[in-house]
């Protein structure tokens, strides 16, 4: 069975600044991994996702993440922080045998403070 | 537009009193699956469909049941409520196969409060 940790419920970031959010996981066989962003009082929105393929992933708003299979990590960065991103984020992962079953972690509040 | 609504999206209850949360979307997806999410437990997923007639166990399958006699709908179904399935509910949806593999589109989300 698949998991995924993700360190700090909380990151703050000035605006400009890189953020770093990072998410490790666990899976027996390849995983697919996702990242997505929760704005205050609504659903999640995909950010950006790893199936196959190229390791660096680019996702909306200019957000990316790398997969890197022998740290077991898929952490996300921007290189600029803006007020906007001021959200939830939460890493997801799901095994390529059975990719129905998705799995969350518990996410990263980020606040930008200007 | 293309959506995942939800309904209701505010219930208070009472515990052993049967309730529906409904979810519909209009994208024609064969894939949709039900979320709870509480406090520092980020998303836990309760029950997940594949295609009509064909459901499935997410982590937290207790106390719930789902159906999906038709494509679009995918009902969430609390046959006895109580306190601790007292949560912010998620349906979600995306197309099947490899590559659309956990694209999900979520509704709004239900808040339900179970007293």
């Known amino acids: 069975a698949q998991s995924v940790t993700q360190l700090g419920s909380h990151v703050s970031v000035s605006e400009g600044a890189l953020v770093l959010l990072r998410c490790n996981y666990s899976?027996?066989?390849?995983?697919?991994l996702f990242w997505y962003v929760q704005y205050p009082n609504q659903g999640l929105q995909l950010l950006l996702k790893?199936?196959?393929?190229?390791?660096l992933v680019k996702g909306i708003n200019g957000f990316e993440a790398e997969f890197k299979k022998s740290e077991t990590s898929f952490h996300l960065t921007k290189p600029s922080a803006h007020m906007s991103d001021a959200a939830e984020y939460f890493c997801?992962?799901?095994?390529?045998?059975?990719?129905?079953?998705?799995?969350f972690g518990a996410g990263t509040q980020v606040v930008v403070t200007p | 537009e293309a959506q995942v609504t939800q309904n209701p999206r505010y219930l208070i209850t009472v515990t052993g009193k049967k309730l529906t949360v409904t979810c519909s979307q209009n994208?024609?997806?064969?894939?949709m699956s039900w979320y709870r999410q509480d406090p520092g437990l980020g998303l836990r997923q309760i029950y997940y469909?594949?295609?009509?007639?064909?459901?499935d166990k997410g982590d937290v399958p207790e106390g719930y049941k789902v159906s999906r006699k038709e494509k679009r709908n995918f009902p969430l179904i609390l046959e006895s409520p109580s306190p601790n399935q007292t949560s912010l509910y998620f349906c979600?949806?995306?197309?099947?196969?490899?590559?659309?593999?956990?694209?999900?589109?979520f509704g709004p989300g239900t808040r339900l409060t179970v007293t």
């Open positions: 979600a949806s995306s197309l099947s196969g490899t590559s659309s593999a956990g694209e999900q589109y």
């Open positions: 899976s027996s066989v390849p995983p697919y």
């Open positions: 790893y199936t196959t393929g190229a390791t």
């Open positions: 997801a992962v799901s095994e390529s045998d059975s990719w129905g079953k998705l799995q």
């Open positions: 994208m024609n997806h064969e894939y």
């Open positions: 469909s594949m295609n009509v007639e064909v459901t």
